[in-house]
Structure formats: structure tokens, C-alpha cells
């Protein structure tokens, strides 16, 4: 399923190219609006050429819409696409900025790189400007880093934010997105009427250009409607893979590979304990966290955000509720995460049996131990013990993280 | 005579240059652009990154003291590591060859500057560079520019691109009043 890594895929020369080739797409694309040339953007402000807003729109609907008809297709894979993380108040005042930029300098910065390369002198002075400011930038963000860092929300879309399902909200940004588009058209030609350069055959042209477009994008936002967005549970009945994981083994890390990875400076570890709140007052492993059953499409998101580096092991008494909630978390291949193999059962076995007496013949996935008092995870076998050598890992493995911090302009 | 003509009459010209595509039918070929950059690679565009990673490996060459030495830079291009060696540069370089390929094709290449009628050019590019030190300042606190951030952000719906692009709207309108003399 896509989307794919062609770096990793055709090797750095062969992927680097892929990145090229889109590259020129873009900058071809930004090349025949016009974005080359200063008053073609700064018209927009001054209610004079609205292509900035026209084409800009236009292809946020068109790129929005074949996403999310393709991720509720299942083709590709939402939670392994890059999503700009929200840092709400320098994101504005970023935006400020760089409204600034345009008005004053005539340009942003993919445009003025489109302008530079069609040859305006102009161009290539506003994009000698982009790096000297990106240079400033980097010399005295130290002093106002927390500014810089502040009102992180994550990877939060319109969807969470709203609380409506994110079909619903792509067609209310497809029906506003095409009223503002309609507005923004007739504001362009009341301009061209004042200046009388609108021709009444170049009139008609853009209006059927834009029903047409208002009709297709119409339809795809009824298809998206309709078709809806996967769900958990249907990433993992086309997850062939993780199937296959599982079924061979591989999903279930024995407590000495998870003792070790919770020691490992290149492992960023997170336990995650899906029983009763009465078994894990009893007894947990050490800053593992507890989460509902019900929680996990939850936890799963935020784990969106976690460094790279992360290793997700999730565990139950035995493992029956843990494979269901692991289920959930490798669904669409963006989290890296294990069950603890034989769950904390297993585990009390393995490092603290001299403590409790055994249960036999408990039912499936419930404690097999007598606890006699509600310690947590102030029990010596709670704390993995730190082994003395580092074996190579046979069932964990590091995962590439999916572009969600450092994408697009990082 | 609008602005725009009477810059254009500068360029020297071999054929006649080819009028601009529809705006409409741009941002459709943007949108599929935008959408398989995605598709097929996960990421978005960009441009602003690039040129600041370009900026940093001219800035190592010239003074690799500083930059070994600014943390904020040091990310990228400190020590050891290639300040060019990204998706994000490759995908400038592409911005640039195709800008240029587009304009040569439909024959609208040419030496000239793009400038208000009541600024001189020395003041034009004097205002352009400033104009881009704002941006390229907005770009890095913002994380992204109006592709990186905006386009990538509004089609993924998140909620920091929207606000940055109402934010970015709002800024071009707030000052454009204030300015009007550099562009008509």
C-alpha cells in the first residue's frame, strides 16, 4: 500500500531523481500560473489578479479530495503521510511573516525560485533573501526557543479538532473551498471589467472551466461520503503482512529482548499494559503505562508523534487482549510495536517466582499469580533487570519512522 | 496600460511569449502533482527547506566556525554532516529546472526584472531582498512556507497549515494598502 519510500526502494541516486522529477512538476505548475512574475501574486491583495488564491484552492481541493478517495479506497495509507505537526502561534506568526514577504518582496519562496530560474533579476534577489532570513533565523532562534517550540499540538487535523468523521469534513472544506474559489472569480472579473481587458468568449471559457471543475470535485466529495475512511479494523484485514507476523511468531518479543531494549540509548521504549486496573495495581513492570482496551485507536495516534526510534511493547496477563490491542496498533504499519511474549504471567516466571505462589489452571489471560498486596511496580522483578551483555535482537526490529515531523519544508 | 504589460514589454523577446494557463486549470495540475508526491512518496512539497539547506552549505564553506557553532544550524549541517544530502534540496533543484523548462518552452525566458513602474530597479531588488529575508525568517518559524506548510498542511488537513494560511492571507492584506507604490 502506498505511499512508498523511494530512497529505500531504488537506492539514494534512482530516489533522489524521483524527488527531482516531482520537483519539476512542481515548479512547472507554478510556471504556467504565472507565479513567476511579481504582480500576477500581489494583484491578489490588492483585489486585481486572484490567481494566487484561484490556483492555490483549486489544488488544495483537487490534491485533498484524490487523497482522501484514495485512503478510503485503501490505497494508501493516511497515517504515513506527512501531516505538518501544529505549533499553533509560531505557525501564525510565521504566516504573518511570510504575508509580509509576498506583499512586500513580490514573491514567496517556491515562486521567487520559479521567477529566479525564468530569469527576473528580482527573483533571484528575493531568494537570496530566503536564505539570508533562514540564516538569521538559525543564528538567533536560541532566544526565543521556547516561543519557537510553544503551543505544540501534534499531528491534530481539522477532523480531531472539529470532532466530526473526516469525510464530513472534506466535504464541508470542498463545498466552502468552492464558494470561496466562485467568489474569488468574481472579484478577478469585476477587475478585468474595470480595466476592460475581459472578452466576453474568455468569460464564458472560465466559467465552464470552473462549473466543471465545481461538478467533478462535487462528485468525488459524494464518493468520499460515501465510501467513508478505513477503519482500524480494516487496515488489519488487508495488513497481509502483520497477519503474517503474527501468525509465525515474530509479534511476540520474549521478556530478555524487552529487558534489553528498555536499557537500549538508540531504543525509545514504551510499555503499554492493557489489563484491569486491580492487576495492575497488583503488580506492573516499571513505567509501563495502563490504557483501556477501548483506548487504543487513541493511544495509537498519539504514538503518531513519538520519536524515532520508538518500540512499542504491549502486554496482558497472558496474551490474548494484548495480540487484539497490538492488532490495532500495527493495523497501518505506522507504529512499531510487540507483545510481550507470554505476557506478564511469563514475565513473573521468568524474574520473580520466588515471590508469589502460582495459580493453576487460571482462566486464559488472567493473572496466574497470587498477589498478596497492591505494590505496582515497587517489586524487584517490576524493574527489567539490565543485562550484562548485548545479544543481537532476533524479534525486535527498528522501523523506519513514516514522515511526520521533518517533511515538506524541514 | 496595467502594470503587468508594461514589465512585460521589457522582456526581450525572440517569439511571442505564450499567455499564462488558466488559473483554474494550473491549480488542477498543482493538485495532481501535490497528490502524487504523496501517493508515491509519503511527503509533500517544498521549497523553503531547500534553500535553506543550500544556504547552510554555503555558509560551511564560507564559515564553518559559525555554523559548527549555532545549534539551530548544526542540525543540519554541522560536523560532519551534508547540509545537501535531502529529499528537500533535490526537490528545489527539480523547482528550478522545471521553472525554467516551462518558461523557455512557452517562450517567456528572458533577463529582465519585474518591478512597479514608480521604483527604480536598484530599489526593486534592494525591497525584493528584504521582502525575502521575511520570508525565508516566516519559513523557518513556521516550519515550512506557503508550499511546505500551506499546501501540504491544508490538503492533509492540518490544523496549524489552516490557521498559518489565514495567517498568510491576512498578512499580504494587512500591509498590501501601505505598500501599493512598489507594485502600481
Known amino acids: 500500500m502506498a505511499p512508498f519510500d523511494p530512497v529505500a526502494l531504488l537506492g539514494k541516486p534512482m530516489g533522489y531523481a524521483v524527488f527531482i522529477l516531482f520537483g519539476m512538476a512542481f515548479g512547472a505548475s507554478l510556471e504556467i500560473a504565472g507565479f513567476g512574475v511579481a504582480h500576477k501574486l500581489v494583484g491578489q491583495f490588492y483585489f486585481k489578479d486572484q490567481t494566487v488564491f484561484k490556483t492555490m484552492f483549486t489544488s488544495v481541493l483537487v490534491a485533498m479530495a484524490l487523497l482522501f478517495l484514495t485512503i478510503g479506497l485503501g490505497w494508501l495509507d493516511y497515517d504515513r503521510i506527512f501531516v505538518p505537526p501544529t505549533y499553533l502561534w509560531p505557525g501564525i506568526l510565521g504566516g504573518l511573516l511570510l504575508g509580509f514577504g509576498i506583499i512586500i518582496g513580490g514573491y514567496c519562496p517556491g515562486t521567487s525560485m520559479v521567477s529566479s530560474s525564468s530569469g527576473h533579476l528580482d527573483g533571484i534577489f528575493f531568494v537570496a533573501g530566503v536564505m539570508a532570513g533562514g540564516l538569521l533565523f538559525g543564528s538567533v532562534v536560541d532566544s526565543f526557543w521556547d516561543f519557537y517550540n510553544s503551543s505544540f499540538m501534534g499531528r491534530f487535523t481539522l477532523p480531531d479538532w472539529l470532532g466530526l468523521p473526516t469525510e464530513v469534513i472534506i466535504a464541508i472544506v470542498i463545498v466552502v473551498g468552492l464558494l470561496l474559489v466562485w467568489g474569488s472569480d468574481l472579484i478577478e472579473k469585476a477587475w478585468k471589467r474595470r480595466e476592460g481587458i475581459l472578452t466576453e468568449e474568455e468569460s464564458k471559457k472560465d466559467t465552464r472551466i470552473l462549473t466543471t471543475i465545481t461538478v467533478a470535485l462535487l462528485v468525488m466529495a459524494g464518493a468520499i461520503l460515501v465510501i467513508g475512511q478505513p477503519t482500524l479494523a480494516d487496515a488489519w484485514n488487508r495488513n497481509a503482512e502483520k497477519q503474517a507476523m503474527l501468525a509465525e511468531g515474530r509479534a511476540f518479543a520474549p521478556p530478555h529482548e524487552v529487558s534489553q531494549a528498555y536499557y537500549d540509548p538508540l531504543i525509545n521504549i514504551v510499555l503499554l499494559d492493557v489489563r484491569s486496573e486491580r492487576d495492575y495495581n497488583l503488580y506492573h513492570l516499571e513505567n509501563a503505562r495502563r490504557v483501556d482496551p477501548n483506548d487504543i485507536p487513541q493511544v495509537a495516534k498519539e504514538l503518531l508523534d513519538a520519536p524515532e526510534g520508538t518500540v512499542v511493547i504491549v502486554m496482558s496477563n497472558d496474551e490474548t487482549s494484548a495480540v487484539e490491542a497490538w492488532k490495532q496498533l500495527v493495523a497501518k504499519n505506522s507504529i512499531n510495536a510487540y507483545v510481550l511474549k507470554g505476557g506478564v504471567n511469563n514475565w513473573i516466571a521468568e524474574y520473580g517466582n520466588e515471590q508469589f505462589q502460582q495459580i493453576v489452571n487460571h482462566p486464559d489471560d488472567a493473572l496466574g499469580w497470587v498477589i498478596p498486596t497492591a505494590l505496582g511496580d515497587r517489586w524487584t522483578s517490576a524493574i527489567p533487570p539490565q543485562p550484562h551483555e548485548n545479544e543481537p535482537y532476533e524479534i525486535i526490529k527498528l522501523q523506519k519512522k513514516a514522515p511526520t515531523g521533518a517533511g515538506g519544508c524541514g | ?184
Open chain 2, 1 to 184: 496600460m496595467t502594470a503587468v504589460s508594461s514589465t512585460e514589454t521589457k522582456i526581450k523577446k525572440k517569439r511571442a511569449p505564450k499567455p499564462f494557463t488558466n488559473s483554474l486549470i494550473a491549480g488542477v495540475i498543482l493538485g495532481i502533482v501535490l497528490f502524487a508526491v504523496y501517493f508515491f512518496t509519503g511527503d509533500g512539497l517544498g521549497a523553503s527547506g531547500g534553500a535553506n539547506r543550500i544556504a547552510i552549505w554555503l555558509a560551511k564553506i564560507i564559515a564553518p566556525g559559525w555554523v559548527n557553532s549555532t545549534p539551530y544550524l548544526i542540525k543540519y549541517g554541522g560536523g560532519a554532516k551534508k547540509p545537501l544530502d535531502s529529499f528537500i534540496v533535490m526537490l528545489d533543484i527539480g523547482v528550478l529546472l522545471g521553472g525554467f523548462l516551462s518558461a523557455w518552452f512557452f517562450g517567456r525566458f528572458g533577463k529582465t526584472t519585474i518591478k512597479g513602474p514608480h521604483i527604480t530597479f536598484s530599489a526593486r531588488w534592494i525591497i525584493a531582498f528584504f521582502g525575502g529575508t521575511l520570508a525565508g525568517f516566516g519559513a523557518r518559524m513556521a516550519r515550512g512556507c506557503t508550499s511546505g506548510q500551506g499546501l501540504n498542511g491544508a490538503a492533509t488537513l492540518s490544523v496549524g497549515s489552516w490557521a498559518f494560511l489565514l495567517a498568510f492571507f491576512a498578512g499580504g492584506y494587512i500591509l498590501a494598502y501601505f505598500v501599493r507604490r512598489l507594485w502600481f
